[in-house]
């Protein structure tokens, strides 16, 4: 059961143009969304975050949207540079009825993003 | 400030073979993490640590895996007897505390022959 997914495994995109990562969720649970940078031989890396009670959060080229009714978020990077080639993941995380979180990252499989010079 | 460290980096086993994966949580770090990664395929979670307890272990494949996390910092991770289907990377990531920023370290490649 794939609660986080990633329905495109790749995407080109020429330097300078934006580049836009897709994600979709099944888990209504989910209250707090991630995006992770990963390189080849490296572990991911933090990229942005946004809680489900925001619709955008930005940070420089970097801004990410949450649909929550349509269960749906997306990452925006513009302008996209070569050094953004690497493969972004998504992720979500769930709280207890508290409102603590439980910690644990759900991921999608991953979009392999190249920027071509 | 160190970042996460695990050794060894690349490991080749026959399958039935056992093989241990270590992890150094950032210092401090209350909350420590190994995910298993398979090729194509993000992170999936397969224990969780809050000090030297086991948090979530629900996906860990018990008959075969064991980790633990002594004196709540170091951890290791275990596969006896090894299968095909382990083969992947293992990521260890460690937080200040849940719900915190995860911070992972390289990850180990784990190839089973």
């Known amino acids: 059961d794939q609660q986080v997914k990633q329905n495109s495994p790749s995407l080109s995109v020429q330097e300078g143009r934006i580049s836009i990562l897709n994600c979709d969720y099944t888990?209504?649970?989910?209250?707090?969304f991630l995006w992770y940078k990963k390189y080849p031989a490296e572990g991911p890396t933090f990229l942005i975050s946004?809680?489900?009670?925001?619709d955008k959060n930005e940070d420089g080229r970097f801004t990410v949207f949450l649909n929550k009714s349509a269960k749906h978020l997306s990452l925006h990077i513009v302008p996209s540079q070569p050094g953004d080639s690497a493969v972004y993941f998504c992720a979500a995380q769930a709280s207890n009825a508290g409102g603590t979180s439980y910690g644990k990252l759900t991921f999608g499989q991953g979009t392999i993003l190249t920027v071509h010079p | 400030e160190a970042g996460v460290a695990q050794s060894p980096r690349y490991k080749i086993i026959e399958k039935r073979q056992s093989v241990a994966f270590w992890c150094n949580p950032i210092?401090?770090?209350?909350?420590l993490y190994w995910y298993q990664q398979i090729l194509g395929q993000g992170p999936k979670l397969l224990i969780q640590f809050q000090n030297n307890g086991v948090v979530d272990d629900s996906q860990l494949p018990k008959d075969r895996f064991s980790a633990e996390r002594l004196k709540g910092v170091d951890s290791t991770l275990k596969i006896q007897p090894a299968k095909l289907e382990d083969s992947a990377v293992y990521l260890c990531?460690?937080?200040?505390?849940?719900?915190?920023?995860?911070?992972f370290g390289p990850g180990t490649r784990l190839t089973v022959t």
């Open positions: 990531a460690s937080s200040l505390d849940r719900g915190y920023e995860q911070y």
């Open positions: 888990n209504s649970m989910f209250d707090y």
């Open positions: 946004i809680s489900s009670i925001k």
């Open positions: 210092s401090g770090h209350a909350t």
